[in-house]
């Protein structure tokens, strides 16, 4: 129960293509990490972008898994050489600090996860997980993911992920603050430096807010590493 307690956990979330997801999910298989989901979302360049560039298909598909966090960024950089994040049109692989876990969680992921894919015996944390980005995730009504786009670059980003999701959520609850709430939401993820959060999220608040027609939420979360930028 002692051990369990100093055990520390982070979210690693990977945006890739739907050809290299495919590829880190057999590295996550083979390394034993558990608690893996997967999503299919979107990126934000336009058709005609992308076909200009060569870069084909917009399709992304959302890789997060719960890694012990003395094996992130070893596993960041096996993503980033396996994968090859260092080119256009591949993806990002980030972590997300997470404060506690249910013990059961702690268990499966205290067995000497990733090990095989890792090839390593307890490499500690190096230089690259000191980094400077926040995570910002904005959910909206279906249909208004170009708005956010549009303020978070007059903010300063360059390119963000959306992904498909419907509300679950207490009816009454909404009723009373006089709320009228579609179920059909989309999430965009926008990876920006920590000194740009604030101006992105102000300029989400005033064209995207609550208020609005995209009835936005915002929130941000500390990145502790990166591949890809």
Not at 65 to 87: A, D, F, G, R, W
Not at 196 to 210: F, R, T
Request: with cysteine; net charge negative.
């Amino acid at each position: 129960m002692e051990h369990e307690k100093k055990v520390s956990f982070q979210l690693l979330v990977l945006i890739t293509t739907p050809k290299l997801a495919e590829h880190a999910a057999e590295m996550f298989k083979k390394g034993a990490l558990p608690l893996q989901y997967r999503f299919n979302a979107e990126g934000t360049a336009s058709s005609e972008i992308m076909d200009m560039l060569g870069l084909g298909s917009i399709d992304k598909s959302v890789l997060v898994s719960m890694v012990p966090k003395h094996l992130s960024t070893i596993l960041i950089e096996k993503l980033y050489t396996e994968l090859q994040l260092h080119k256009a049109n591949t993806g990002i692989a980030f972590t997300i600090p997470l404060n506690g876990a249910n013990n059961m969680i702690l268990r499966i992921l205290d067995h000497d996860a990733g090990k095989d894919v890792l090839n390593t015996s307890g490499k500690e944390e190096n230089s690259m997980s000191e980094t400077k980005h926040s995570l910002v995730a904005a959910i909206v009504n279906s249909g208004f993911s170009d708005d956010v786009m549009k303020a978070v670059r007059a903010a300063g980003a360059t390119g963000g992920t959306v992904i498909r999701s419907r509300r679950i959520g207490n009816e009454e609850a909404t009723g009373f603050w006089g709320l009228s709430v579609q179920d059909e939401k989309e999430i965009v993820l926008v990876l920006t430096e920590s000194a740009n959060k604030v101006a992105l999220m102000q300029s989400l608040g005033e064209s995207c807010g609550m208020h609005s027609a995209a009835q936005g939420i915002f929130m941000s979360m500390p990145i502790d590493s990166v591949a890809g930028l």
